[in-house]
């Protein structure tokens, strides 16, 4: 947003030595930021007024003329070849000395003026045209523009008013201040920060009349607390003054007509948008503010069709639209040049309904960046009189032909506030006088009484829609004003202790850890939003997803429902620059079920299911890569001390999973996870743990230990079984036959084909310890006899 200092002049007296450079520092420390400051005179530097002295015919161009001008005292008379036929002798004009910046005819590019000869004879400057120094709009001529203020020599800046000093605010900075969108407001600020007085508006009476009976009615008064309209006879559509264009271009906003402008210099000046019609246009003088209905089309101002919906809300008579309320009018209902009679509209809209309008549409405008920042409704009424007040300035013959309509469904109470002075300097840091308190807050237009050591605050209606409600609130007030730099620093006395890590978190980074540090996989991060093209790869239904209601691109419109849609991806991925992948991820996933945490007091409603898992992926090309996943998923649930088991006739319903190559991990009687091929590449294994079964078993039960005192022993069988044994079972008989089994480890299998297709060779190790003594030859035999002979009779087992 552009402020104008001069506009700002109009409203507050500034110190005369208060430097642009100083004021754009203390707003930026105090209320705004200020991204820039801009001299408006130094885009006319090297420009002054020039007099014609001489005009003689160019001897080798009919069409061109030499002149003398008078520049000034300094630059005394210089040569200009001109080929405008408006020029005569004594007219004074805009003469641009070397080094200024022009546009050539008004076209292309910006560029620094030369000294130059034309057709043979020097040209020291140039007469310029409106178009070639940006004063189009401002001079209506063919021709140079012709002065008549101004001196010789004297700059153009000074004698056109192009001197303005132009700050640029960033927005994002005051989009808690619908207040400060408008300059009458910075200037309440600028007067509070440097203890001014700040003027009064203007206000009029003004002269109603029952000529037109105006009709308003809002059908939806949540979405328009605030409606008031007022019509105006007897207009004449014509350009504006001098200096309202100028006020206007100096803050970006293009010059229309006298209407068009008075309206956009009041939103400028006072931060509420108004918006004129052509009363031709409205059927019956009957004005509905209502909901449009779905699939309409609307043309707006500038002149596109938009779709409407059900949600937009409206300006219509009865049987057309008129305007989008809050955004933009409509093309029929615009101010022409024949118009007489027009309807002022000054509203107030709901927030939340304009900025859904506005991205809805892809509509954004001056008018709903500030309706969409909670106007106060009261300044409505302010703005309207400000309008006609100066609608009866420029049209003296223009007269009110109707009463002012006010449709007042505002429901806003007044903000009461109590402060004590105990909370203040404490969030402070130090006290400070406490009449300079209340002076601050009632240059800030605050109603403030004190009551011993409480100061009971009235909130003003323009700073009470969205900024201030706690106490808090006014701390912060009478700090920026005071100022930041005027408050001592000092370091707080904060008792510092560490915060532990919950258990969950402990087992997370546990595993994480260890898979990285000690099993060499790598852990990677997904977005939790997924593609349908990912699902679908997986097999998977798009409908058992939760599907985002404001996904930013159709790759990211689905809540994951595993981590492998990620992880799948990330393979594909990388296979181009490597033949094998080894990954790992710790995430939420979200499905449709309904949660354990509450969004309601009553636990009626829940948030949606979304625990933490724990998945990888490995891939390779050798035949034994799902035993290395399995062995992976077996180093990682020992270091985390879970006494696991399989359970090997478990079926999985999940479509990206083979069935043939899965196997279900147990612990106790809860599921904790799965080690699986992956369909969708068969040299593929996915794993999954669900880690609220981790951290149940897990979380506190992990203690460290001396090693060993005593030598334990360390036995190698090998046998020949079935192929139908599964490993897991003989491993769990192994381990129960003595309380001196601490390990069984299987490091070889391999099938004999002298033995036919059903039996295989299995080699393992097994740890024995005693912690109490050493073991002996007799004690270690005693307990490998008892294996063998479990062996053979659980398992059928021959001894190799």
């Not at 552009?2 to 203390?26: C, F, G, M």
């Not at 990912?534 to 994951?560: C, F, M, S, W």
């Not at 334990?712 to 309380?739: C, N, Q």
């Amino acid at each position: 947003m552009k402020i104008s200092l001069n506009w700002i002049k109009q409203y507050v007296d500034l110190p005369h030595d208060l430097t642009p450079e100083d004021l754009a520092d203390r707003l930026t420390v105090s209320t705004v930021e200020v991204e820039e400051v801009i001299f408006q005179a130094e885009e006319y530097s090297n420009m002054v007024v020039g007099e014609i002295l001489d005009i003689v015919d160019h001897p080798q161009a009919d069409k061109l003329k030499v002149l003398k001008v008078n520049a000034g005292s300094e630059n005394c008379e210089l040569q200009v070849i001109c080929g405008a036929t408006n020029i005569y002798k004594g007219m004074k004009s805009v003469l641009a000395l070397t080094g200024a910046r022009i546009k050539w005819h008004g076209e292309g590019n910006w560029m620094e003026l030369n000294k130059t000869k034309i057709r043979g004879v020097e040209s020291e400057g140039m007469l310029c045209a409106p178009e070639e120094v940006g004063l189009t709009g401002e001079f209506d001529v063919s021709g140079v523009i012709e002065l008549k203020d101004g001196k010789p020599g004297q700059p153009i800046s000074d004698v056109l008013g192009l001197n303005d000093v132009i700050f640029e605010i960033d927005n994002i900075s005051i989009t808690h201040r619908p207040d400060l969108w408008g300059h009458y407001g910075m200037a309440r600020e600028i007067a509070a920060l440097y203890n001014l007085k700040l003027k009064d508006l203007t206000e009029i009476k003004i002269k109603e009349s029952n000529e037109v009976k105006l009709e308003v009615k809002v059908e939806n008064p949540e979405l328009c607390p605030r409606y008031q309209a007022l019509a105006i006879g007897k207009v004449k559509i014509q350009p504006s003054p001098f200096w309202l264009k100028q006020l206007l271009k100096s803050v970006g906003v293009r010059p229309i007509n006298n209407i068009v402008d008075i309206t956009n210099y009041v939103m400028l000046k006072l931060g509420q948008p108004i918006h004129a019609f052509d009363r031709r246009q409205i059927l019956n003088n009957s004005i509905f503010i209502k909901t449009a209905k779905d699939g309409d089309n609307f043309t707006t101002l500038d002149e596109q069709e938009r779709q409407l919906n059900i949600s937009m809300l409206m300006i219509a008579d009865a049987e057309k639209d008129l305007a989008i309320a809050g955004i933009m009018g409509g093309k029929a209902s615009g101010i022409v040049d024949d118009t007489t009679e027009i309807i002022i509209e000054s509203a107030n809209f709901n927030p939340i309904s304009v900025r859904k309008t506005s991205v809805a549409l892809g509509l954004r405008t001056d008018a709903s960046a500030r309706f969409e920042k909670s106007l106060d409704p009261c300044l409505t009424e302010i703005a309207l009189n400000t309008v006609a007040r100066l609608i009866f300035e420029l049209n003296p013959e223009a007269e009110a032909i109707s009463k002012i309509i006010d449709v007042n469904n505002t429901k806003t109470k007044e903000i009461e506030i109590e402060l004590s002075y105990d909370l203040l300097f404490k969030r402070l840091g130090q006290e400070i006088p406490r009449k300079e308190v209340v002076q601050i807050l009632e240059k800030l237009e605050f109603k403030v009484k004190e009551k011993g050591d409480i100061l009971i605050v009235k909130v003003p209606s323009f700073r009470a829609t969205k900024d201030i409600s706690i106490p808090e609130d006014l701390v912060e007030e009478v700090a920026r004003i005071y100022g930041y730099d005027n408050i001592q620093p000092k370091m707080p006395l904060v008792g510092m202790q560490a915060v532990g890590d919950s258990a969950d978190y402990k087992v997370i980074q546990q595993a994480k850890d260890f898979l990285a540090y000690g099993l060499g996989a790598t852990e990677v991060y997904n977005y939790s939003f997924v593609s349908e093209q990912q699902i679908k790869l997986l097999g998977l239904e798009v409908d058992h997803h939760l599907e985002l209601a404001n996904y930013l691109t159709p790759n990211q419109r689905y809540l994951r429902l595993n981590l492998f849609e990620g992880l799948v991806k990330n393979m594909q991925n990388n296979l181009r620059a490597s033949e094998e992948v080894n990954f790992f991820e710790v995430g939420r996933i979200f499905s449709k079920e309904k949660g354990e945490y509450a969004t309601d007091n009553q636990k009626k409603d829940f948030l949606i299911h979304q625990p933490q898992s724990l998945a990888g992926l490995m891939y390779g090309k050798e035949k034994n890569i799902f035993l290395k996943a399995k062995g992976l998923v077996e180093q990682l649930l020992e270091y985390l001390g879970l006494a696991y088991t399989y359970n090997s006739d478990a079926e999985t319903q999940q479509p990206f999973l083979n069935k043939a190559m899965y196997l279900e991990i147990m612990v106790g009687e809860d599921v904790l996870g799965f080690i699986s091929g992956l369909k969708v590449n068969n040299s593929a294994v996915v794993w999954q743990l669900n880690l609220d079964v981790v951290s149940k078993y897990t979380a506190d039960k992990i203690k460290y230990q001396s090693l060993p005192k005593y030598p334990g022993m360390v036995y190698d069988f090998s046998i020949i079984v079935p192929i139908s044994t599964v490993w897991a079972d003989l491993r769990k008989e192994v381990m129960e036959v003595s309380k001196l089994v601490k390990k069984v480890e299987l490091f070889d299998t391999y099938k004999i084909e002298a033995l036919g297709p059903d039996l295989t060779s299995l080699s393992f190790h097994v740890n024995l310890l005693d912690e109490n003594k050493t073991l002996t030859s007799a004690e270690g035999d005693k307990v490998k006899e008892k294996i063998y002979i479990m062996l053979k009779k659980k398992f059928t087992a021959e001894i190799r």
